[in-house]
């Protein structure tokens, strides 16, 4: 991600007040804040007179917040309860101790070829076809090999070889996946149980890759997720997808019952948890919320100091309890690995073939492959493997064709997440390193490109209006920032604004990131930012009375098939606590 910076500017910026009417009233700021009743009958919530917090107490039965299954498909519970707990296990145990490897499969193992140099299809993660049952994963995809090798390895060795290979999350962040995996790891049995869950909730703007991964090639990531179980010494378990990703449940259910049948999933459980639609779902630290059968709002510490189910309170930022200060887990504080379901993929190839292997692809800081998404302005959407340190320009030309016909790329966006990538910097390297030097972020790699047609008034107004609402509303600087920021781009977009509210914004971009529990604040700042810094001539032109602009729907994506992309409509009606104002 890129480091946030301070909000640049078309024109001086003061701090200033902000007039009343643009300012986001109480009853939006948090979603499960009582709401008027109107709204909340709109959206099919209860009406919220009562004192008990809306989003909350309608969750439970309008939305679906956690189901559960055991690999089997029997319903376990919803919400997800915290299983029994296993008998304690010996910290070092050997993966050869463990019986979590006595099924493990051995079967033969072919070799992967290094990508054609440049080359987009680099068959590592998704398979040119669907791949309908084990059988033909193990016999077409070498399924199978990141367990044997795990076997041989124990713990320690799959996580050098992890680190080695140099793999980062693709969720979002890019953390080194080895060194998560140790630092779970590392506090030993007196922190609790630890737990591993798959991260298949993929929200983020323009990014379609898991879901194209889960659909396809579903084997892979089970497989992922049962080496890092294992890996963690975890109790148990679980994969997260929204209710809604409906193919996706049927092919991990499917992979799950497969692979439990042929002991390839080993005896750390595997559940599926479904969750709710909102973009926070992905959050990690609200992921675990949802796990738990609660809202996705993001909890204050992560993962790794605060998991799944444990028993001691978090601790509030004047409690008095020094939990986090040095990043040491405490007592029962049960570690929790969360890991991308395409990191997970590629734990497999890595360890079946080796970090060197691995290497021969992608860039000395960026090894490998990862998945791409291409839409918006291109004459096809679609989602492609790509080595890493491929040109943008290629990755949207192979995967999208490239822009429509007479029309050139005016600006790319890597998801919501980070600085606008502008039409001169088309020939960055997909990287960490490439597009942090260019002040973006290679985020999930979903690429929304805008033509020349494209207003970036309105596509700014678009991306500062899909965080306002979908932001939770916990950290006030957080709710109330995007909400005023969004509310003055829409002033400046549809012709009312002023200088002023420009300088507004940029005060405001300067401290949403205050004192926040998660990144949604500084996505804010990074990208808005940006497109007021490389775009100025657009927002002047708002200023002085260009026609008024369009509106722009973010592609929170449904589907892609057949190279066109199905936005979610129904997000242009969602409302800041969560509802939905009718059509
Ligand atoms: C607002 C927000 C939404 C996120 N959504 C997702 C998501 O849909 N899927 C995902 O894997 N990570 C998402 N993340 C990143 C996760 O918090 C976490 O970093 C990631 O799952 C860790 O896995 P990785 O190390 O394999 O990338 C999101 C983060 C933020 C701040
Ligand atoms: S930063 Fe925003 S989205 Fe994240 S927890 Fe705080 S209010 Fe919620």
């Known amino acids: 991600m890129a480091s946030p910076a301070s909000a640049p500017h078309p024109t001086e910026c003061r701090r200033g007040s902000t007039a009343a009417s643009t300012t986001p009233q109480a009853s939006e700021m948090a979603p499960w804040a009582s709401a008027p009743a109107a709204e909340s009958a709109a959206g099919g919530r209860s009406p919220g007179t009562s004192s008990v917090p809306a989003a909350r107490s309608a969750s439970k039965g309008d939305r679906p917040v956690a189901t559960a299954w055991t690999v089997d498909g029997a319903p376990l519970s919803t919400p997800a309860t915290a299983p029994a707990r296993s008998p304690a296990r010996t910290v070092d145990a050997s993966m050869d101790d463990n019986d979590a490897c006595n099924g493990w499969l051995v079967d033969t193992l072919r070799t992967h070829r290094p990508p054609a140099p440049g080359g987009v299809a680099v068959p590592v993660l998704l398979p040119d076809h669907t791949l309908t049952s084990l059988d033909e994963y193990i016999d077409d995809f070498e399924g199978g090999q990141g367990l044997v090798r795990a076997r041989e390895l124990g713990p320690p060795g799959i996580i050098e070889t992890i680190e080695a290979a140099g793999l980062r999350g693709r969720g979002g962040a890019g953390f080194p996946t080895g060194r998560k995996w140790a630092s779970i790891r590392a506090g030993g049995l007196e922190v609790g149980d630890r737990y591993a869950v798959g991260n298949g909730a993929e929200g983020e703007p323009g990014t379609f890759k898991d879901r194209t991964l889960m659909r396809r090639n579903p084997y892979q990531v089970v497989e992922g997720l049962a080496i890092a179980a294992a890996t963690v010494d975890a109790v148990s378990a679980y994969l997260a997808v929204k209710a809604s990703f409906e193919p996706e449940i049927a092919a991990l259910t499917r992979a799950l019952q497969e692979m439990s049948a042929a002991g390839l999933v080993g005896d750390v459980p595997i559940s599926l948890v ?306 939905y104002a009718e059509e």
Not at 402 to 414: D, E, H, M, Q, Y
Not at 477 to 486: D, L, P, S, V
Request: charged share 20%; hydrophobic share 40%; proline share 7%.
């Open 274 to 579: 479904t969750g709710p639609e909102e973009y926070l779902f992905g959050e990690e630290k609200a992921l675990l919320e949802v796990i738990e059968g609660e809202d996705p709002l993001p909890r204050l510490f992560p993962p790794y100091i605060y998991g799944l189910f444990t028993a001691m309170p978090q601790m509030g930022w004047s409690a008095g309890i020094d939990l986090s200060s040095d990043g040491v887990a405490v007592p029962s504080s049960n570690p929790t690995l969360v890991q991308n379901v395409e990191s997970l993929a590629n734990v497999v190839p890595i360890l079946g073939h080796g970090s060197d292997w691995y290497r021969t692809m992608g860039t000395a800081e960026s090894p490998g492959v990862a998945i791409a998404t291409v839409v918006g302005d291109v004459q096809h959407a679609g989602v492609a493997e790509v080595e890493l340190g491929t040109p943008l320009g290629e990755v949207i030309e192979r995967i999208g064709g490239g822009p429509k016909p007479g029309r050139t790329i005016k600006a790319v966006l890597s998801g919501v997440a980070s600085g606008v990538i502008t039409a001169r910097n088309l020939d960055v390297p997909v990287s960490y390193e490439g597009l942090a030097k260019i002040d973006s972020g290679l985020g999930s790699l979903g690429f929304i490109v805008y033509d020349d047609t494209a207003d970036m008034v309105a596509v700014a107004h678009a991306v500062s209006k899909f965080l306002y609402v979908e932001s939770c509303g916990q950290c006030p600087a957080c709710k109330f920032g995007t909400g005023e920021i969004t509310a003055y781009l829409d002033r400046i977009a549809t012709d009312e604004g002023t200088d002023r509210d420009i300088e507004v914004i940029g005060a405001r971009l300067d401290i949403v990131t205050d004192a926040n529990r998660c990144f949604l604040g500084a996505q804010e700042q990074a990208l808005i930012g940006s497109l007021l810094r490389e775009f100025p001539e657009e927002f002047a032109a708002h200023l002085e009375g260009a026609p008024p602009a369009p509106e722009v729907l973010v592609p929170k994506l449904v589907d892609i098939r057949d190279g066109v992309a199905t936005y979610d409509e129904r997000q242009a009606r969602k409302r800041p606590d969560w509802t």
